[in-house]
C-alpha cells in the first residue's frame, strides 16, 4: 500500500513537472531576442614616414540588444544599447571616442490590426566624464554620468505592422534632465533654471520611430529617430535625433559596423551635433526566440 502511495505521489510530482516545463517553454517562445556583441580595433605604426603621422592604437566595445516579448494581444519590447571606447596616440595621450547608455521599454495592447496603446519609459546618458578640445581631460569638463541623463516616461500609441518597424507616439511624455555633477550645475547648461539645480522637468509630444532595413544578405541598416517638443516653454524648439547603425558582416565572427548620430536640442548647444565611428573587428550575433521569419506578416532581418 505504502509502494503505491509513493508510485502515485511520484507519478502526481512528474506531471506537475512537465506541466511547470511545458509554461516555461511555452513562454520562451514568444521572446524574440536578436543581439550583437562587439569588440571593434584600429592602430597605426610610423617610423621613418617622410608623410609624417602618430602611432596611435584604439578600441570600441558595444552591446546591442532588442528583447521582444510578443503573444496575441501583448506587445512588450526592450532595448540595450551601450558602447564605450578609446584611442591612444603618441604625444596626445588617450581621448574617448565612443560613450553612450541607451535603455528603453514599452508595453503596448492592441487595440487594432497594427496599432497598439502603450507605455514605456527610456535613459539616455553616458559612462564618463566628457570634455572640451577633442575629450581632453586637462580641459574644461562638460559632461559626466547622469550629467545629463534624460529619463522619459510616458504613454500614447505604437504601431508596428512587421519586425522591421515601429513607431511609437506619446501625445503625454514626462522627460526629466538630471545634472547630478554639481561643477556642471550653472544656470542655462542643459537647461538648468538656476545654479545648484540637479534636474529640469519638461512635459511635452515625444515621437519615436526604428526601421530596421536588410540592403544584401550580409549588409543591414537601422534606422532611430526621435522628436520632442515640451508643452510648458517653447514647443517650438524641438529636440530633434537621428542615429543610423550599418553593419556588414564579413563572417560569423567578423564584423565592419558604420555609426552616424545627428542631435540638436537648443538646451544643449545651439548648433547640429555630429558623431560618425568606422571600425572593424569581432562581433557576435545572438538570435533565439520564435523565428519571425515563420510570420508571414513580418518581413526577416538578423
Not at 121 to 129: E, G, N, V
Not at 238 to 265: A, E, P
Amino acid at each position: 500500500m505504502k509502494k503505491l502511495f509513493f508510485m502515485i505521489l511520484g507519478c502526481r510530482a512528474v506531471q506537475a513537472f512537465a506541466q511547470e516545463e511545458a509554461k516555461v517553454s511555452d513562454t520562451a517562445k514568444h521572446w524574440s531576442i536578436n543581439g550583437q556583441n562587439t569588440l571593434m580595433l584600429n592602430q597605426a605604426a610610423f617610423s621613418n614616414w617622410v608623410g609624417g603621422g602618430a602611432n596611435n592604437i584604439g578600441w570600441i566595445a558595444g552591446v546591442n540588444y532588442n528583447m521582444t516579448y510578443q503573444k496575441n494581444d501583448d506587445l512588450w519590447e526592450n532595448i540595450i544599447i551601450l558602447g564605450y571606447g578609446q584611442n591612444n596616440t603618441k604625444g596626445i595621450g588617450t581621448r574617448k571616442t565612443q560613450d553612450g547608455i541607451n535603455l528603453s521599454t514599452n508595453y503596448g495592447r492592441r487595440i487594432s490590426k497594427n496599432w497598439y496603446a502603450s507605455a514605456g519609459a527610456s535613459l539616455l546618458t553616458q559612462f564618463a566624464a566628457g570634455y572640451e578640445d577633442g575629450n581632453n581631460p586637462d580641459a574644461a569638463k562638460i559632461s559626466n554620468f547622469m550629467a545629463p541623463g534624460y529619463l522619459n516616461v510616458g504613454a500614447g500609441f505604437t504601431y508596428r505592422p512587421n519586425d522591421n518597424f515601429t513607431l511609437t507616439l506619446r501625445p503625454a511624455n514626462a522627460r526629466w534632465t538630471f545634472v547630478l555633477d554639481k561643477d556642471l550645475q550653472k544656470e542655462g547648461l542643459y537647461g538648468l533654471k538656476h545654479d545648484g539645480d540637479s534636474s529640469l522637468f519638461q512635459f511635452g509630444f515625444l515621437g519615436t520611430a526604428q526601421y530596421k532595413l536588410q540592403i544584401m544578405e550580409n549588409i543591414s541598416l537601422v534606422n532611430s529617430a526621435s522628436v520632442f517638443s515640451n508643452y510648458l516653454d517653447h514647443p517650438e524648439r524641438l529636440v530633434l535625433s537621428y542615429g543610423g547603425v550599418l553593419n556588414m558582416k564579413i563572417n560569423q565572427y567578423v564584423s565592419s559596423v558604420i555609426t552616424l548620430d545627428l542631435l540638436y536640442d537648443h538646451n544643449q548647444i545651439r548648433k547640429t551635433q555630429l558623431k560618425q565611428t568606422l571600425g572593424v573587428g569581432f562581433a557576435y550575433n545572438l538570435t533565439n526566440g520564435i523565428k519571425r521569419s515563420d510570420i508571414k506578416d513580418n518581413q526577416t532581418w538578423k
